[in-house]
């Protein structure tokens, strides 16, 4: 917003030719200009200057996870999880009707479904157990995954969640 308004200016500026106002001071003006357009998006985290969209895929909700939990979680969920939970995270088509069997299919982990529900304990566990304790399928995976790479995994499905999923998993108290 700010930025419009100071390109509105310039080109006002260089319309007009203000009485005064001297062309370095039009550069300067410019010059803040780009700077903003450049770093728009860019917030400063850990000393270090990261765009708001490669920290969590979205701008408004500060998230837990870092672009190194993604980076890693990407590579897990490929391995891992891609297979039963899809690309993006997206689970099966109808992940809400029991199959043939009586099992459910694996659900959407990107917002859409009811992993939003559960704090982070709680998704942990469940990847580490699996979802035969809950009832459904899933494999454990405590002996093939560290906490570590457990996190970076859930890391990666959050980022496909909405700032209003992700706001709302944390006033459920996602975080605890």
Known sequence: MVAAQL???????????VIGLRL???????LIFLLMILFQGYTVADGKAHSS???AGHSEVERWYT????????????????????TDARGTLDWKKTRANGDYPPPPLNGSA????HDLSTLTQTIQDGGVPLGGVMPAFRSQLTNNEILAVI?????????????SWLELGGRE
């Not at 390109?7 to 030719?17: P, R």
């Not at 370095?24 to 410019?30: G, P, T, V």
């Open 7 to 17: 390109l509105v200016l310039f080109m006002w500026c260089l319309k007009t030719q």
């Open 24 to 30: 370095h001071i039009m550069k300067d003006i410019y």
């Open 53 to 55: 969209d490669s920290i």
């Open 67 to 86: 672009p190194l939990h993604l980076q890693s979680g990407e590579r897990l969920y490929k391995k891992h999880c891609i297979v039963c939970h899809n």
């Open 114 to 117: 009811h992993a939003w529900h």
């Open 155 to 167: 890391a990666y499905f959050q980022n496909f969640w909405s700032d209003d999923i992700y706001a």
